[in-house]
């Protein structure tokens, strides 16, 4: 057997091959800030460079060099963020590629102090605080160090910002009697100075427990504890002292103990002492010493300064109480006293050698005040004068207190005893109704601050009667000796007139005085001819008033119809007219009763076609 084996190849390629450059290294990175070039460090593919401090990182430009054929990603002169880490990759010219993390720095300029203490001192025994934080000036910390402490020989241990340095040294033993200087220098260059202070003394000293009322109740001799936040180790330097809060006199207080576990010290009050606002001083060292806030010692002996200042109704502004009125007025006293004890206390006003019993005593402890309402009128009675005392009595009736009563100017108060009054006079005896009239006398008005009690009222009166009816009229323009009173609305005739002042209890004045009142308008020809009431059995006209006339009074209009008897006045304006009269309405039974059974009179007044009006008065009869 035959077997043929074919075979078939290519044609040979002799053309050479072009081997591709495998190269990617980053040859130079550099930055310039400010015209001035930094050439990063490039090793183990990383990029370092440290700029100065004032180097804004965020917008930086490198110029980079990289191996021939080579490219680079991001290109070089593109602005980055070198405030983080930025990442490079070069590519060679087969395709392979490099990375490296450009990691850029600035200098330090950091040069504080971040501590600072003394090794030769007891752990903890310092403490410091920084004053004038200013970069316009030169920083100051202050060291507090133990009291008494040998600031001459002070070794201190200082921490400052990284790769700062410091001189002097940390570890210098170093006198602090008075100020040191120290220099800070950053990693920069840049360099800043501090001075230290160092003060051995005690912290300024404050009282922690005084308030207004911590010390009321407190008597003589008591021991009172005094909470502070620092004091003297050595006890002969804390001195205290108690003094009035608005005076110079001064009382040295007898330290009884010191805890300086607590800070505390207690003292003993005086063994007298009049209560009243004080404050404590108390001197732990030279130039170191606290003043409290006012505070009020009460268990001593009561304290009556003056009768508080009052207000002036014209002015609005307080003023000095220059008299008080017996009975009624209300008043406030200045007085320290034992609060806890206020309900025990009887309090009077004392003239030669009686006393009367004030009233209604309230105490406001804020101000520091007693209210009170003057005395009811005694019997027998007491003269008014500026020599009256404020008497204090405890629950025994033991006299604890008192002083002549004076005003805040230290003056001697009026005390004006209410008298009843007395009418001399009246500036016209004779008048037109509708005319004013002036009553000149005594006592007709006592003024006042304040009233405490119904005995005292606002306003003074004047009784007026005629034929046993009576009007009470309030005078107007009042004072001690005068006041006014209008006549409008009067009937005519004869009025006996009597005062009562704003103290009615003390009555109407006793005087004979009258007043003749004349009617004001013009005489015309009509007069009432009757006027009578009828009673409630009668057929036609039970229990109306009817008023005739001499004549017509058909050309009038009738502007009122008044029917009045003792204090009952009764306006009629239903009534019923005609040609020679006019009458009332069946009258209620209350006013016809009244009326029925009283001594009644009343008028009309009439308007004639002049427009003037004419006043006719009238008493009533019973109709037969």
């Known amino acids: 057997m035959t077997m043929a084996i074919w075979s078939c190849s290519k044609d040979s390629d002799d053309t050479p091959q072009v081997k591709l450059s495998n190269l990617k290294e980053m040859t130079s990175f550099k930055i310039t800030v400010e015209g001035k070039s930094y050439e990063a460090e490039i090793k183990d593919n990383f990029i370092q460079a440290v700029l100065p401090s004032s180097t804004d990182l965020t917008k930086l430009s490198p110029e980079i060099k990289i191996s021939e054929k080579a490219k680079v990603t991001p290109n070089s002169g593109v602005v980055q963020d070198f405030t983080k880490t930025v990442e490079y990759t070069v590519t060679a010219e087969d395709k392979s590629t490099k990375v490296y993390k450009a990691v850029i720095t600035k200098t330090n300029s950091q040069k504080a102090i971040e501590s600072f203490a003394f090794v030769n001192l007891p752990e903890g025994a310092s403490s410091y605080v920084w004053k004038n934080k200013n970069p316009l000036d030169m920083d100051t910390l202050v060291c507090k160090v133990p009291y008494l402490s040998n600031i001459k020989a002070l070794t201190s241990k200082i921490t400052v910002s990284s790769k700062a340095t410091i001189d002097p040294a940390s570890g210098t033993t170093l006198d602090y009697s008075k100020p040191v200087k120290y220099t800070v220098k950053a990693e920069d260059g840049s360099k800043a100075e501090y001075l230290v202070i160092v003060d051995n003394s005690i912290e300024q000293v404050k009282f922690t427990n005084i308030t207004r009322d911590g010390f009321r109740s407190k008597k003589p001799n008591d021991v009172i504890v005094l909470q502070t936040n620092a004091l003297s180790p050595v006890k002969e330097n804390n001195k205290v002292k108690l003094r009035f809060s608005k005076g110079t006199t001064v009382f040295d207080l007898k330290v009884t103990n010191i805890d300086y576990k607590t800070n505390q ?277 039970a229990q109306q008033i009817l008023v005739s006339f001499n004549e017509s009074i058909e050309d009038y209009d009738i502007k009122e119809f008044k029917i009045s008897s003792n204090s009952t006045s009764y306006i009629v304006d239903n009534y019923i007219r005609n040609k020679y009269g006019v009458s009332t309405p069946k009258l209620p039974s209350d006013k016809y009763n009244v009326f029925y059974n009283n001594p009644t009179t009343g008028y009309v007044i009439l308007v004639d076609k002049n427009n003037k009006e004419h006043k006719l008065t009238f008493t009533v009869s019973k109709a037969k």
């Open 265 to 541: 010290i207690s003292v003993a009050l005086p063994a007298g002492f009049e209560n009243n606002e004080y404050v404590l001083l108390l001197e732990i060292e030279k130039n170191n010493s606290v003043t409290s806030i006012p505070f009020v010692l009460d268990g001593g002996s009561i304290n009556f300064q003056n009768i508080a200042d009052v207000l002036d109704p014209y002015t609005g502004n307080y003023v000095a109480c220059n008299r008080l009125l017996m009975p009624g007025e209300r008043f406030r006293a200045n007085i320290y006293l034992e609060h806890a004890k206020f309900s025990s206390y009887k309090f009077f006003l004392r003239k030669d050698g009686r006393d009367f019993a004030l009233l209604n005593s309230k105490l406001n402890s804020t101000l520091e005040q007693v209210e009170f309402v003057m005395p009811n009128l005694p019997n027998p009675a007491v003269k008014s004068g500026s020599d009256f005392e404020l008497v204090v009595k405890d629950a025994n009736n033991k006299e604890v207190g008192g002083n002549r009563l004076v005003n805040t100017k230290k003056s001697n108060i009026n005390v004006i005893v209410a008298e009843a009054p007395i009418v001399k006079s009246l500036s016209k005896t004779k008048v037109k109704e509708g005319d004013q009239v002036i009553i000149f006398g005594e006592n007709i008005f006592y003024n006042y601050t304040e009233i405490g009690s119904g005995v005292l009222t606002k306003s003074s009166t004047v009784r007026l009667t005629l034929n046993g009816n009576m009007r009470n009229i309030e005078l107007t323009g009042v004072s001690s000796n005068a006041g006014s009173f209008s006549t409008k609305g009067m009937d005519p005739g004869t009025y006996r007139v009597e005062v009562t002042n704003n103290i009615p209890t003390l009555g109407a004045s006793k005087q004979e005085i009258n007043l003749i009142v004349e009617s004001s308008t013009t005489p015309i020809s009509v007069k009432v001819n009757s006027a009578e009431i009828h009673n409630d059995k009668d057929p036609y006209f």
